[in-house]
């Protein structure tokens, strides 16, 4: 099965994807459906696909969870050891985007080093604490494509990644759930990130070091998952900061993120503009 | 003024401190007070501040932002050079505890490297983004007190802190927020922790390398502050894992958080017994 929020009215609303075709279930997110809203096969008015905007998948998840040096290659291209343990940050929800939105990209006073990081992200199903392997398998709801956007001097400006993983309306979440039913465990799938028509990553998720049901479970003593919870499982090589010179997206950058089975984020840069007062407002049109 | 959040019937509620009286208010908690949900100012029914529960100040924070390495005195104990920029990592909001909780140690083959880390916490009280120092001040609401219990070993696993410190049930939060027309920006507050009825922290949050002002300003050029959001400013020197030998809290450690003018958290640690099943609950009594 495959499920994803919407744009609809003045906020979103869940829907199942059927083809070309989208559902609209009595939920307002698929967060909603996960948490027992609704039931995802119930009947409901039908919209094509492509006259509706996709909001991020989960609009407001409990956690955002993400994993870092986590692919062998990446590992490599960064000059780390491969870990012993997941290493773990986090990102804030208006960090979220759907998975056609436009990526905001900070002030050019602020930072021009924004760099991609295609991932495959992880959606918690059911409440998880204490899970051996096989539960932590039961309590994935299924996968999704997300980019964690990355804006590297915030990120190195000291020794934690968080500032520079969570600005505001950088990181695709989307667009489709896909149920663990049709893609097992997640692994075995190609994933790439695509700058502006050139392949820049490109690798398997087999690669992992710490797949999804691992990462589940070790997260699970420290903390209670719950349905709706999101957790990207890292990037493998390719990103720009280990470029020679390093490349960096700007106004106009066309990313797309893609995952084998998953479906594919496909996301603009643009700049804000700066407000008479100071300020910034992103830039109509 | 003073807010505070307590357990009522099944859920919580947010009440207004007068003295050792607390005014009911028709909102869940004091997050939803500063959303703007009731005026703090308005009547309500009375109870005795001593018949009743704290919860967690604010029981879902969109975003619980920590700060590491800011006091002065921590620094150096840590062996770390002074920073230019403000260390962030987060916690996730089931790790917050109400200010007379017991702190739930995990099980001792999880870890037994528990450490204490009294500190000054931020709430945002309106919605800022690219704000200046002025704004900044200006939307923060008041302060509280939070005790950023780490659980070291987890916390050193990787590079990055973020899984020793949003251990489930472990950070007190309150008990109350004391606004800031009662205490300015939040420096020259004598802060203390104890355990087990010797002090083991004593600073002065004028010791912080960034102030609230500071922080908020900053952590607004990356995301949204909004109503509800807590900050936690960072710890001074003296916490176990600094002391020769390192000294951790365990089954019964009684932690005792200060701040000057704006109150104590008061929590016992109460470890976990396994289930029949391998998982741990919560022991009762």
């Known amino acids: ?22 559902v609209l279930l009595d939920a307002v997110d698929v967060g909603a459906v996960l948490r027992g809203a609704t039931d995802a096969r119930s009947d409901g008015e039908e919209v094509a ?5 996709r909001a991020p998948l989960v609009v407001r998840p409990d956690k955002i969870v993400c994993v870092g040096v986590n692919y062998r ?11 012993t343990a997941p290493t773990y940050f986090a990102k804030y929800r208006r960090a979220l985007i759907g998975a056609r939105d436009d990526i905001s990209l900070p002030p050019v006073d602020v930072s021009t080093h924004v760099d991609w990081e295609a ?7 059911s409440e998880l604490r204490y899970g051996s392997a096989s539960e932590a398998m039961a309590a994935i709801a299924g996968f999704t494509v997300l ?3 990355s804006v590297r001097d915030y990120q190195r400006r000291t020794t934690q990644f968080l500032a520079g993983k969570t600005f505001e309306g950088m990181t695709p979440l989307g667009p489709d759930l896909v149920t663990t039913d049709e893609v097992g465990d997640g692994s075995g799938l190609d994933i790439s990130a695509e700058v502006d028509g050139v392949i820049k990553q490109s690798s398997n998720t087999s690669e992992l070091v710490f797949g999804a049901v691992d990462i589940v479970a070790d997260l699970s003593r420290i903390i209670t998952l719950e349905p709706g919870d999101v957790i990207a499982t890292g990037t493998p090589g390719g990103v720009g900061a280990a470029r020679t010179p390093p490349e960096w997206m700007r106004e106009g950058t066309v990313l797309r993120t893609t995952i084998a089975r ?3 984020c496909r996301n603009v840069c643009v700049a804000e503009e700066r407000r008479p007062d100071g300020r910034r407002d992103r830039m109509k049109g």
């Open 1 to 22: 099965m495959r499920l994803t929020t919407i744009r609809y009215e003045h906020g979103t609303r869940a829907a199942r994807v059927e083809g070309d075709r989208l």
């Open 49 to 53: 696909a492509s006259d509706v905007e």
């Open 73 to 83: 290659d990446h590992i490599a291209e960064m000059g780390r050891e491969p870990p």
């Open 119 to 125: 991932e495959l992200a992880v959606v918690i199903g």
């Open 147 to 149: 980019n964690d956007v």
């Open 262 to 264: 998953l479906g594919e």
